[in-house]
């Protein structure tokens, strides 16, 4: 008798352990098992776990902050593209708060022409609100950007242009048939400001007297010319004659091609000086036909959204037009003389 009461207890003890296992798995135990380890001792310690929220409705406030004002801590309302799990969800506006789901992987991106804002990714990971902060960066004004022309030492000033007929900033003596260098060097003159150089891009006239007008620097890659700059042209007034000597937008090259790389002057900072070549037609003098100017121009790059759908990084829209003034700083591109972005040197 004592050995049957025995084997029913194990038998219902039996029971007990596998309804327990059971509830344990199937019966909803919202906990996860975590072990940590402290000086060796693990511990057994319950948590909640964040796949019980993925999917929840969440709510993320949205803080951005001009990083080159000097008390770094300026909230501002610059304007972004946000994708939430890929898709599109604000257009080149400003924003406060987003609606999202925990777990959904939002992405900004600055926009507009005001602020370069920084990319940021950010989540709700294990809560249903949040707060991100977001970096932007007053763009410089093109008054504030300083362009210097250098001789072929790149240490000695060009000479100024100071022929009557031409607004050039310099002139150069080329010779004929001749080929020579100048150096420019950039810097931006305002203290509370950035501004993001991405692209070079140089030009020189179409009427048989210039070959070439390149940029000389490994950093940097050539590509195709930005619809919105070929379309472009460059004109120097001739007071004398009432009328414009022509140049044209011919080579433009990108610093360190294919990733979102820049060179950032922010206030005071400057460039190294970079060396182009400028090269005469075969057997022609410049000087004996006036208004043969060439320079460069510097542009800025920053984050557009493309016919494609796509968040592109560049110093052009990337859409039919390809501008380069809707992109950051709206540089002057048809008279870029005034030594700011650009310079303009006259061949004599």
Known sequence: MKSNTTNGLLVFGVFVLIGLFAFMIFGGVNTTQTIISTGGVSQEATTVSNSLLTGEA????????????????????????????????????????????????????????TYYGDKKEYSLNGITTGTVSLDAHTIAAEAAMNATGYDNTGAAALTADDDAENTADYSLTLGSGGQDVYYVKWKNADDQSLFKLKAICTFYPSNGNVSDNKLVDADFTEVAIPLYLKNSIISVNNDTASSAFLSYYKHCYVYKAGTESTIDLAGWAYTKTFQFVVEAVSGVNPAANEGNNVGAIVFDAAYTLGNDGKIWYDFYTHDTNEYTNTVGMAETITSPQGKETGIVVELI
Do not use: C, H, M
């Open 58 to 113: 969440g709510t993320v406030t949205v803080k951005d902050y001009d990083r080159e004002n000097n008390s770094r801590n300026t909230e501002i309302a610059g304007t972004w593209y946000v994708l939430d799990n890929g898709q599109l969800i604000v257009n080149n506006a400003a924003v406060t708060s987003i609606d999202t789901s925990v777990g959904s992987p939002l992405v900004f991106y600055g926009s507009g022409t």
